[in-house]
């Protein structure tokens, strides 16, 4: 199996259920917390396109970006392109038609205003929100 090198912090949910997960597949990987390692940040930070979006897991010269286990062990195995997004960032996720390029935006909106693990419980659908009915 390639090698696999995790760039992530410890406060972050996302890294954290990465790592476990990883561990829980027996998985074999080096951990990089950037809040210690201003070489494993910088190459986060360029990993994002300036963002420092976590966690990225380099594999090889293959760098996925919040990625799920099932992700890493798919591209480990080889198969996967160059770069990895997941379906989870909405910047990554793949649109049909506007509506669904609407949900993207949105979601992207949201992610960015909310830069927490958990996402906020309840935020209203504007097509069914009938608050703004004069």
Known sequence: MANITVYGADWCGDTRFLLQSLRKNETQF?????DNDRTGEAKVIEANGGKRKIPVVEIGT?????PTAEEVS??????DPERVGSRRDPEERPVEDRRELREKMLD???ADSFPTSDPPSSIPDPETDD???A
Do not use: C, E
Request: aromatic share 10%; net charge positive; no cysteine.
């Open 30 to 34: 080096k951990y990089v917390n950037i």
């Open 62 to 66: 293959r760098l996925l970006v919040n």
């Open 74 to 79: 798919d591209a480990a195995a080889g198969d």
């Open 108 to 110: 992207k909106t949201l």
């Open 131 to 133: 608050s703004f009915a």
